[in-house]
């Protein structure tokens, strides 16, 4: 019998006035984020980018 070891990781959603964002905690990598007030969603995973409260800073 084989077994499989799936490793689970945690994520840190944060609400900004412009969205939101999800961070991955194990890298502290911005990985999604979600525009108000269409939902739309912008992949960020290969994009250095800081956030502020009034927008998004790309790297």
């Known amino acids: 019998m ?3 070891v799936i490793n689970l990781y ?3 959603v944060v609400t900004f006035p412009w969205g939101t964002a ?3 905690q194990r890298t502290g990598k911005w990985i ?3 525009l ?3 939902g739309q969603m912008v992949n960020v995973e290969k994009i250095s980018v800081k956030l502020h ?3 998004i ?3």
Do not use: C, H, M, Y
């Open 2 to 4: 084989s077994q499989k």
């Open 10 to 12: 945690r994520w840190e």
């Open 22 to 24: 999800v961070k991955e």
């Open 32 to 34: 999604a984020l979600f």
């Open 36 to 38: 108000s007030p269409t």
């Open 53 to 55: 409260e009034n927008g």
């Open 57 to 59: 800073e790309f790297l």
